[in-house]
């Protein structure tokens, strides 16, 4: 049975084959379940929000566990099925890491790849959405050309309060997330605090239940989840067959004083905030057509708390990642990590989708991107300290 099937004959060909992979789960984890992952990493102020452990949850039906005042906890306990997928996907705890370094080759500070380059789209209505090269859409584009992948999880623009994520079959709803990347998206479901983070596994979810072949967009925490959830065989990461990880130095969150707080460094309103972009600082762009430019470390202020911990800038486990660091502006970094990848890229590069930039240094923009890794990965080992954890058993 092909999994496009393109119409229903109630074969059943569709419906998902691969179970959640227990033993394995047993093996690596031990016997773990919610209340570790509380205990080890939401009580310790570690969850990084990615929502993999309430988006999955086996006894999601029976509403085990959900998201209550900005974090994951039990709504009913007694329904928690024990069976460890939680604590193995999350990507705050240590299990699978080392399962994930060998098969994803991982080394300090940024990960394996086999080649870079700084890339820019040669389509004119996605130059002029993009936020750097728009290599991204115009990948996405290509691969949904070439029939590699059915479609796309990004996130959809719809002003800068209100970003979603979204399923893009087609270029026409490509293009509407294109540049969508730091505007400011959804609030935390049951707080009033907007956030530039876009929860993209939610939509994950019911995808499972189509043959569908998808490529993910995403940070690495989120990038690291779906991993984790591939090597356990966790449906429906068995749809997604390309993954590309954007560089995520941190994220922010928008209270009403971090608002005032952004508002008075840009000497501006929210409101007039055209595009948002990250490199080694935030760029703003207003609509009065200004750029702001701020330095990360004067941010602290508005960082998401979630974030402090994390370790990872260059997204290692995803298939390429992606920055506007190392490249001038209009283009987009890009590490292929494997060979799949690079050939992918290489023959989108042939096939008219992009220019390279003819004078891009890929030492000086190695450099770069590995300065920023490893800036990003002492500022989370200080934060580790300071919650008291021993910085060893981050690896
Ligand atoms: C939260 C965040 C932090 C970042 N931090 C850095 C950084 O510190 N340094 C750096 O160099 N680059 C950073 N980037 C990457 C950079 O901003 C660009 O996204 C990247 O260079 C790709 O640009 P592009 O023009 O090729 O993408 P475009 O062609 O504009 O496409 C971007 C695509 O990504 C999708 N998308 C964006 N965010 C998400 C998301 N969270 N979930 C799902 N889909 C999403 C959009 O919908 C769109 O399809 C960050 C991006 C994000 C979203
Ligand atoms: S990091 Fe993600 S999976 Fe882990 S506890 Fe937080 S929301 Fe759940
Ligand atoms: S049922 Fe499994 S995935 Fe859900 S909370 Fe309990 S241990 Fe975690
Ligand atoms: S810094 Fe990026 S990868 Fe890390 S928790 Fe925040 S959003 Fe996720």
Redesign the pocket.
């Known amino acids: 049975m092909s999994s496009r099937c393109p119409t229903c004959v109630a074969c059943g060909g569709c419906v998902p084959k691969s179970k959640p992979n227990l033993e394995k789960i047993r093996e690596e984890v031990g016997i773990k379940s919610f209340h570790n992952l509380k205990e080890e990493v939401i009580e310790r102020d570690l969850c990084s929000m990615c929502r993999g452990c309430v988006t999955f949850c086996s006894a999601s039906t029976l509403e085990a566990i959900a998201i209550l005042k900005g974090k994951p906890d039990y709504i009913n306990e007694k329904n928690c099925l024990k069976c460890g997928i939680c604590y193995a996907i999350c990507p705050r705890t240590s299990s699978l890491e080392n399962s994930l370094r060998e098969k994803y080759n991982y080394s300090l500070p940024i990960g394996s790849y086999k080649s870079v380059y700084s890339l820019r789209?040669k389509d004119l209505q996605?130059q002029e959405?993009?936020?750097?090269?728009?290599?991204?859409?115009?990948f996405?584009k290509y691969l949904i050309d070439e029939k590699i992948i059915d479609g796309?999880?990004?996130?959809?623009?719809e002003g800068i309060m209100n970003n979603q994520?979204m399923l893009?079959m087609s270029f026409k709803y490509?293009l509407k997330?294109?540049?969508?990347?730091?505007t400011v998206s959804s609030s935390l479901e049951d707080l009033n605090i907007y956030t530039?983070?876009?929860p993209?596994l939610l939509m994950l979810k019911g995808l499972g239940e189509f043959p569908t072949r998808i490529a993910?967009?995403?940070?690495p925490c989120?990038i690291t989840t779906i991993r984790k959830m591939q090597l356990l065989k966790i449906v429906p990461s068995n749809i997604v067959n390309f993954t590309?990880g954007?560089?995520?130095?941190?994220?922010f969150q928008f209270t009403e004083d971090g608002k005032s707080f952004l508002e008075d460094k840009i000497s501006a309103k929210i409101s007039e905030i055209e595009k948002i972009?990250?490199?080694?600082s935030m760029i703003i762009k207003l609509s009065n057509g200004k750029r702001v430019t701020i330095d990360l470390d004067e941010l602290h202020e508005i960082v998401r708390p979630e974030c402090l911990p994390c370790l990872d800038?260059a997204n290692w486990t995803a298939d390429v990642s992606?920055?506007?660091?190392?490249s001038q502006d209009g283009y987009?970094?890009v590490l292929a990590r494997t060979n799949q990848a690079k050939s992918f890229v290489e023959r989108s590069i042939e096939r008219d989708y992009f220019e390279e930039n003819s004078t891009f240094d890929k030492n000086e923009a190695l450099e770069k991107i590995k300065s920023?890794a490893v800036k990003k990965r002492n500022k989370g080992l200080k934060r580790l300290e300071e919650l008291g954890l021993d910085i060893k058993e981050f690896g």
Not at 129 to 138: E, H, I, K, P, Q
Not at 216 to 219: F, R
Not at 277 to 280: E, F, P
């Open positions: 789209s996605i959405v993009a936020t750097d090269g728009g290599f991204v859409t115009g996405l796309a999880l990004i996130s959809r623009r994520p893009a490509l997330g294109a540049g969508s990347s730091l530039t983070y876009i993209s993910v967009v995403g940070t989120q590309i954007l560089f995520c130095y941190e994220n972009n990250v490199k080694d800038f992606v920055g506007g660091l190392g987009t970094t920023m």
